[in-house]
């Protein structure tokens, strides 16, 4: 059943929003080769609490650590870890935080150092795809049609949109109903309606859509070994519209 939020409930979930996209703006910042993916967890954890906020991810579901971190064909939830980064590498940086009893979600994909011009493209279009998919959410349409919207956009560009994970509802709880693919079909699906929250999360990657479990055994990459980049922001559907809470 999907949650509807009322007003105050939304401008907590705005709060910690505007707070994580704080920390995400410092963390990859902080992005550059030689630097540890563990070293990029720390500074998380440190912010996370500096704002007076909780990790959403550590220990949910037995994941060790408060920042995913997925590098290259890694798709999502990678445990970060002594490995450090290369120039050339992209990276996914994906966090969830709790304040004030409700958690708020973001990703995003970021360069380290140079690199070519092919993931640079690649990580345009995910953001591309994110903004196109937000730009298409409105009270009445359905989450089909922004599946559709964003599966369009992303094979356009010659690339293809992941099938086994999706955005999801969030409030209370991290992960509520609906959840919402990244391609589809018009006119199918829940329809949108005021009170609403929750992630619209593109994953998309240069080869086959197909995902594999990583020998962590928490994340995803791809089968095919293919570049691929993750964005994700936490929405409300108010009164006057859809506002994106993770900006």
């Not at 971190?69 to 870890?81: A, D």
């Not at 996914?92 to 935080?97: F, K, V």
Request: charged share 25%.
């Amino acid at each position: 059943m999907i949650k509807i939020k009322t007003k105050e409930e939304i401008n907590i979930m705005a709060q910690a929003g505007k707070i994580l996209a704080q920390i995400i703006k410092e963390v990859a910042g902080k992005v550059e080769p030689g630097v540890t993916t563990e070293y990029l967890d720390k500074v998380a954890e440190n912010l996370v609490f500096k704002f007076g906020a909780k990790p959403s991810f550590k220990n949910y579901q037995g994941f060790p650590a408060v920042l995913c971190t997925s590098i290259n064909e890694e798709l999502v939830h990678s445990i970060p870890s002594e490995r450090k980064l290369k120039s050339g590498d992209i990276i996914s940086l994906d966090l969830g935080i709790l304040y004030n009893g409700y958690h708020s979600d973001m990703a995003v994909t970021v360069p380290v150092g140079e690199v070519s011009l092919e993931a640079l493209r690649l990580i345009r279009t995910t953001k591309k795809a994110l903004k196109r998919g937000i730009k298409k959410v409105r009270p009445g349409i359905t989450f089909g049609d922004i599946g559709n919207t964003i599966q369009r956009y992303v094979e356009d560009q010659g690339y293809s949109v992941i099938r086994d994970l999706c955005g999801h509802g969030i409030g209370r709880e991290l992960h509520e109903d609906p959840q919402i693919c990244n391609y589809g079909k018009r006119k199918t699906g829940e329809k949108i309606r005021t009170g609403m929250v929750f992630c619209l999360e593109p994953m998309i990657a240069m080869g086959d859509w197909a995902v594999k479990k990583s020998k962590d055994g928490y994340g995803f990459q791809m089968k095919d070994n293919s570049l691929c980049a993750h964005f994700e922001h936490t929405i409300a559907i108010t009164e006057i519209g859809p506002k994106v809470l993770t900006e």
